[in-house]
């Protein structure tokens, strides 16, 4: 991916904070949101073409009472990580009410592997959720990450290139420097 198409990739998830948790948190704390989602995001593309594997092994594990189920899962997954809960993040979309959004998006977050669970719980993220249901954005912020000009997947999307690994570092890198420039925290604190 070149750098223009990256730098608009990292503008628009840029903005994405911007457009939905002003009001709700103040500039310098959007990170603590966007930053997590964004890796959310980007797990559940990753995720989306083996998730009907995964459940379906799941089950089966289930059924036979195997209670070390992780390497199988992986397996299934065809990923160091998996998810089993039984929604992507588009299926969380379109909820009807505020509560359930709240209670289906953390069954999906409970249904990361535990490798992701660490990573969810080194960010804090679950600590942001009640605020961003209060405020009714949790909504708006999945969607806007859905949205289909921005392909944070590996895969092609609708004629937008894929994001390999790489790429998809150092679009978080940047991430991280804009949140910590815009508090003015010295240069490469953010690599500490």
Avoid at 33 to 57: C, F, G, H, Q
Avoid at 122 to 136: G, H, V
Avoid at 145 to 162: E, F, H, Q, R, W
């Amino acid at each position: 991916m070149d750098q223009s198409q990256l730098t608009g990739l990292t503008n628009f998830i840029w903005n994405i904070a911007d457009d939905v948790l002003r009001d709700v948190y103040v500039r310098g704390k959007y990170r603590d949101v966007i930053l997590p989602m964004t890796v959310l995001r980007r797990l559940d593309a990753v995720l989306e073409p083996t998730k009907k594997a995964v459940l379906d092994m799941k089950k089966a594990l289930d059924r036979e009472c195997i209670v070390h189920q992780d390497d199988a899962l992986r397996s299934a997954s065809g990923q160091a990580f998996y998810n089993t809960s039984p929604f992507l993040l588009r299926d969380l979309k379109s909820r009807a009410s505020q509560q359930a959004l709240r209670n289906d998006f953390e069954a999906y977050l409970d249904g990361f592997s535990p490798n992701v669970q660490d990573i969810l719980t080194n960010f804090e993220f679950r600590n942001q959720i009640p605020r961003l249901s209060k405020a009714d954005v949790l909504g708006p912020l999945i969607e806007k990450l859905l949205d289909s000009d921005l392909n944070i997947s590996p895969y092609p999307v609708n004629g937008k290139p894929a994001l390999d690994n790489h790429s998809m570092g150092t679009m978080f890198e940047d991430l991280v420097r804009r949140f910590n420039e815009a508090n003015n925290e010295e240069a490469g604190e953010h690599w500490t």
